[in-house]
């Protein structure tokens, strides 16, 4: 999960309105920042470890001149956490292509052996951004040997077209290529979130913009046209013409955690709107709050996405809403923080509770999901040491039982609570004296209420089911990586002997 935004202005120095539309897109990532524009001669990039507000200062604005520009924020999924990893990506040819990548590829060994054997390319990264930069460039490059170089816009969608069926996974991607224009393209399965937004440019024609969650688009005055197509380009020339291009015939099946825990609930994804999503959950959920009969004296949110679920289900049960815990607002989402040791350490400084609300209670939590049960286990512990008689628990989502290899920081299933057993152990292991789970069916029923043409959703993190198709060892791969490997060590009852090599094989 990265956020990506592009902005291409008619008569405006855009990098103040990128900085403005990242942090919008903050909670996509906060490992890594990085923008680059375009003056129509030459790119000026600047890109470092932090959140954007750290990584760029008011003197950057001299330094990143350009009327058309990007950004990218960075949730490490593959690749190291040096900066080096950081985007946006280069290479200078064909024409000098700059890429933010908003997803994971799933064929990357695969593709790295052909960049760097076949093609002769050196790679500085481990990063599968960069892989797939390279192939595009490839793919480019190939283009112009068949057509020659007088229309770059046919070559760039030509390139297009054959990285889409080269690559595998998930990619929603935004490029700045010297002397043509930005280029914006989507997988065929459009699991990963990208729309398109104009700005009225004062007569000089409008203004365009792309990004991952529309809520990027208002701050800086755009409007919304509408998402891009799975398997769909565009591209807006340095004229501010918008050319379409649909590249292969896409089935769009986004990933539903979008609407469960990446996406802001303000956003509106593939017609979609997360916030009432998220109330609809709530409804499904209450069902089974009902039914079991339990003494609860009030439905407690974990804050913040969780809110919109918890209310809904307080509202059709009856059960007094309370706000029990007070969450500081300085400190990083715990899911997405690097390594299990920072993640367990931060809930402390996170999250605070009110004793008030706990002291002889019994009080449901709501969260929007239990992923490595970690955050949650300590929160129930908080709970009881503000004097709660008893701790319930419900997930907004279903049981996390498969690594998420879409984008997403879940690559390895022994890092996950739920994976291999039953809800009563799960309960045991979180500490909690009861535990509800929403079911995938209602989950679904929730999202697709929004936009019923969407016929199916990437659930693979709840079903194991891989919408684009997996090698039979491509997990064990990703589970053997150095930087999963690290991970593993860091989780708690780990040490130096749960090597990579035992859980793969476990």
């Known amino acids: 999960m990265c956020g990506i935004l592009g902005i291409a202005s008619r008569t405006d120095e855009v990098f103040a309105e990128i900085y403005d539309g990242l942090l919008m897109l903050q909670h996509r990532g906060q490992d890594a920042s990085g923008i680059v524009t375009y003056t129509g001669e030459n790119f000026r990039e600047r890109k470092a470890n932090g959140l954007v507000k750290d990584v760029f200062k008011a003197e950057d604005a001299e330094t990143l001149r350009g009327k058309i520009g990007m950004g990218h924020v960075r949730y490490p999924t593959a690749g190291s956490l040096s900066a080096a990893e950081a985007q946006p990506f280069f290479v200078n040819a064909p024409y000098g292509i700059y890429l933010v990548h908003n997803g994971n590829i799933t064929n990357t060994e695969e593709q790295r052996e052909k960049v760097t054997a076949k093609y002769s390319r050196h790679l500085r990264t481990t990063s599968d951004s960069e892989i797939l930069l390279n192939v595009l460039a490839d793919k480019v490059a190939d283009a112009i040997k068949v057509n020659g170089n007088a229309d770059p816009i046919r070559n760039l969608f030509a390139g297009v077209k054959m990285t889409m069926e080269r690559i595998q996974g998930a990619y929603s991607v935004i490029c700045l290529i010297a002397g043509v224009g930005m280029l914006a393209f989507r997988d065929p399965h459009g699991i990963r979130p990208l729309s398109v937004a104009k700005r009225d440019a004062d007569g000089d024609g409008?203004?365009?913009?792309?990004?991952?969650?529309?809520?990027?688009?208002?701050?800086?005055?755009?409007?919304?046209l509408r998402d891009l197509k799975p398997g769909e380009a565009m591209l807006v020339d340095l004229d501010g013409n918008l050319h379409e291009f649909q590249a292969v015939e896409g089935n769009l099946t986004p990933c539903i955690f979008e609407y469960v825990y990446l996406a802001r609930p303000d956003s509106l994804l593939d017609g979609i709107s997360v916030y009432k999503t998220q109330m609809r959950m709530g409804q499904t959920l209450a069902k089974q709050i009902e039914d079991s009969g339990l003494d609860i004296d009030r439905i407690i949110p974990v804050p913040d996405s969780a809110r919109p679920v918890a209310l809904e289900v307080a509202k059709a049960t009856g059960i007094p809403y309370r706000e029990g815990l007070v969450k500081n607002r300085y400190v990083g989402r715990t899911f997405i923080m690097p390594g299990q040791a920072e993640r367990q350490k931060s809930v402390r400084r996170k999250l605070n509770a009110?004793?008030?609300?706990?002291?002889?209670?019994n009080v449901l939590l709501i969260d929007d999901s239990i992923v490595r049960g970690n955050t949650i286990k300590k929160i129930v512990q908080m709970c009881r040491e503000a004097g709660a008689k008893k701790v319930y628990i419900a997930s907004a989502s279903p049981p996390v039982i498969?690594?998420?290899?879409?984008?997403?920081?879940?690559?390895?299933?022994?890092?996950?609570?739920?994976?291999?057993?039953?809800?009563?152990?799960?309960?045991?292991?979180?500490g909690a004296d009861a535990l509800f789970y929403q079911n995938l069916d209602d989950l679904i029923w929730a999202a697709q209420e929004g936009n019923p043409e969407i016929k199916q959703f990437d659930c693979s993190c709840f079903d194991g089911n891989y919408i684009t198709g997996l090698g039979d060892s491509y997990l064990e791969t990703l589970e053997s990586s150095s930087r999963v490997s690290q991970k593993i060590e860091d989780m708690p009852g780990t040490g130096s002997s749960w090597n990579a090599a035992k859980l793969a094989s476990g």
């Open 206 to 224: 409008d203004d365009y913009a792309f990004a991952s969650e529309d809520v990027a688009f208002g701050i800086n005055g755009f409007t919304k």
């Open 402 to 430: 498969y690594p998420n290899v879409y984008g997403i920081d879940m690559p390895t299933k022994h890092e996950l609570v739920a994976n291999g057993k039953e809800i009563e152990e799960i309960r045991e292991e979180l």
């Open 354 to 361: 009110i004793p008030l609300e706990f002291d002889g209670h």
